[in-house]
């Protein structure tokens, strides 16, 4: 899914999305069957029949009634699931959005032309952010070509909400408030937030209908990004509102209304930035990460200073001191592979042009930034004060670890007919198992996006055929032919899993859609959600392992662990090399994300080994 992007292109970016297929409702018998093949690693012979006369009540009974009252929401909406997965996943989630639900990760840019430099924060962040406007500006004018699979047409819609948007806590449920428009759709917001030191400045990036360049984005008669440095330089720290954005949902609800009435000239601020293109952080730390360990940045993405970035926000540019760069995202408006798509734009063209600005060095007269200062009182600071410190006992507990495995890629691994992504897949199921003496429920993202507005489906890589195939290498007696049948048999069954879901056929948003009529039909919740291998294998967001490709490009991300006792991990793959981020909570005396990476890369090496042997 590379941006192919022509100036007068023959197919426009939103143009097919009336006349993408409607997501489909899976048969009941299929998603049972499904569920029960996926709950077998997990269980004793003697649970799992429980649990399989469980599901036959339920497929008999109670599943009957909510699958066909399923089929009739399905006949009314072109997306049944939609508006569910957006409330059960993400907007009447109660914790801390930042950590345990935004994702971030640093930029590819520190592997070729910006390497850890001092001084050149804001040049670079002028010449990075000129490259992001230039990319809203295609979204704007639908010259970025409509994503395909082959020749399927995939839903575009997520990419709406990469720019001006933003997440408005409620005191039950969050929502999420969108500004942008394409030009035929008529005028879009177009100022960028800046944050400095606790403090927010904002300016328009377009001036006279065209967008502000380099130069005049950086310097000259200390204007923008140099005006913004200088004001907070030497200066105390602002207020550090943003970090109210850190706080559990419903108290963070509380103090945004607190805040909108002790002054109603902050409810204007808080419009500024909800609406605003994105949010650039100016950061002071220097994580100097290298191209071979990303973890000093990862770290900072994930885990950096809340009074310099807008957590609810869509998209937060994070511009470090030494000249890196990385970013924070807002998980509930799009998933991943839209900021990835847009910063591997912004890396081709960095690299196109070494990362200079080669253009125009004039700069038009243009009003300087705007200072936004909220009114605070003793209560808003208290309330400040309670987010930091929440905040900072959370990311402390956060062990992230993020390199690059440079002994082979996708290169060798699709030499010997192997799919990459399913490669590293069953390489991180036998370093799980080698560690832990048993096997991770895993999760990994399926993309539905050949629906209208598909998003993911669940596709379980911890399957029966993984189980054996990981016992298998375990046993010092067994044959490279025997492991080498049992890694096929595994490599096969991961496959097929992965194109039933991306085509719709997946069980795990079937059964959360039952479960969700249920619910609010007010009727007793059937005995297949209570069951104990219903969370034991990962039902209900209870994965061991949370893991995503995030595609074969140069860009990469992290996410927190889905449970205490699990780990986050997220995985780009190269021609020559894998990089990997693992997340796991320290407070848990199981995990080790150090010791998972380390199990990965020794996981790695025996399959290539074994892939190569068997091939002699």
């Known amino acids: 899914m590379v941006n192919q992007v022509s100036e007068y292109p023959a197919e426009q970016t939103f143009q097919y999305q009336h006349s993408l297929p409607p997501l489909p409702v899976p048969s009941l018998e299929g998603s049972l069957?499904?569920?029960?093949?996926?709950?077998?690693?997990f269980s004793t012979e003697e649970e799992y029949q429980v649990t399989a006369a469980v599901v036959k009540r339920f497929g008999e009974g109670i599943g009957k009634d909510l699958h066909q009252k399923l089929l009739q929401r399905a006949r009314t909406r072109r997306n049944w699931l939609e508006e569910w997965w957006l409330d059960a996943a993400y907007l009447e989630l109660r914790y801390p959005s930042q950590l345990n639900v935004n994702f971030g990760g640093p930029a590819p840019y520190l592997e070729h032309c910006w390497p850890p430099t001092e001084g050149v924060q804001l040049?670079?962040?002028?010449?990075?952010?000129?490259?992001?406007?230039?990319?809203w500006d295609?979204?704007?004018?639908?010259?970025?070509?409509?994503?395909?699979?082959?020749?399927?047409?995939?839903?575009?819609?997520?990419?709406?909400?990469?720019?001006?948007?933003?997440?408005?806590?409620?005191?039950?449920k969050d929502t999420i408030i969108n500004y942008f428009k394409t030009e035929s759709e008529g005028p879009c917001p177009s100022h960028v937030v800046v944050m400095c030191k606790g403090r927010f400045f904002?300016?328009?990036?377009?001036?006279?209908?065209?967008?502000?360049?380099?130069?005049?984005?950086?310097?000259y008669s200390g204007r923008q990004l140099t005006h913004v440095k200088q004001c907070c330089e030497g200066e105390p720290a602002g207020d550090g509102v943003a970090a109210l954005t850190s706080e559990e949902r419903t108290r963070w609800a509380k103090a945004r209304e607190y805040l909108i009435g002790i002054d109603p000239a902050n409810k204007t601020i808080l419009e500024i930035i909800?609406?605003?293109?994105?949010?650039?952080?100016?950061d002071d730390a220097k994580p100097y990460a290298t191209a071979e360990n990303y973890t000093p940045v990862t770290r900072e993405a994930l885990t950096g200073?809340?009074?310099?970035?807008?957590?609810?926000k869509s998209y937060n540019s994070l511009s470090f001191a030494d000249g890196t760069f990385g970013s924070n995202c807002?998980?509930?408006?799009?998933?991943?592979?839209?900021?990835?798509?847009?910063?591997y734009y912004v890396d081709q063209q960095l690299k196109a042009t070494d990362g200079r600005w080669k253009g125009s060095e004039t700069v038009r007269p243009m009003p300087l930034p705007e200072e936004l200062v909220f009114t605070v009182d003793d209560r808003v600071r208290s309330d400040v004060a309670h987010a930091k410190q929440q905040y900072f006992e959370t990311t402390q507990d956060l062990q992230v670890v993020c390199y690059a495995f440079t002994s082979f890629g996708k290169a060798a691994i699709k030499q010997r007919k192997l799919h990459p992504d399913t490669f590293i897949q069953l390489a991180l199921q036998l370093a799980y198992y080698r560690q832990h003496g048993r096997l991770g429920s895993c999760y990994e993202t399926a993309m539905t996006r050949r629906f209208y507005h598909g998003r993911t489906e669940t596709m379980r890589p911890c399957t029966l055929e993984a189980q054996n195939w990981c016992h298998t290498m375990l046993l010092p007696a067994a044959s490279v032919s025997v492991r080498r049948k049992a890694l096929l048999l595994a490599f096969n069954k991961h496959n097929k899993l992965m194109a039933e879901a991306q085509n719709g056929k997946g069980f795990d948003r079937h059964l959360l859609g039952l479960y969700l009529i249920a619910k609010e039909e007010g009727l007793p919740m059937p005995d297949l959600f209570t069951d104990p291998l219903y969370s034991k294998s990962g039902g209900g967001g209870n994965f061991t392992l949370s893991t995503s490709l995030v595609g074969y490009t140069t860009v990469l991300g992290a996410v927190a662990p889905m449970v205490h006792h699990g780990y986050g991990f997220f995985y780009r793959i190269g021609d020559d090399r894998i990089v990997a981020s693992c997340t796991a909570w320290k407070s848990s005396p199981e995990t080790d994300a150090e010791a998972l990476f380390q199990n990965l890369v020794s996981s790695l090496h025996e399959m290539l080994h074994l892939a190569t042997t068997a091939q002699l």
């Open 138 to 172: 295609l979204l704007r004018t639908e010259r970025l070509d409509p994503h395909k699979a082959g020749n399927v047409v995939l839903d575009m819609d997520q990419f709406r909400m990469l720019f001006c948007t933003c997440k408005i806590p409620g005191v039950t």
């Open 33 to 41: 069957a499904k569920y029960l093949d996926a709950v077998r690693p």
């Open 330 to 343: 807002d998980h509930a408006p799009y998933d991943a592979m839209v900021l990835v798509t847009h910063c």
């Open 305 to 312: 200073d809340p009074t310099i970035r807008w957590g609810d």
């Open 123 to 135: 040049q670079r962040t002028s010449i990075s952010m000129w490259h992001t406007l230039q990319y």
């Open 274 to 282: 909800q609406s605003s293109l994105f949010v650039v952080s100016l």
């Open 202 to 219: 904002s300016f328009d990036a377009v001036c006279d209908g065209y967008i502000l360049t380099p130069p005049e984005l950086l310097r």
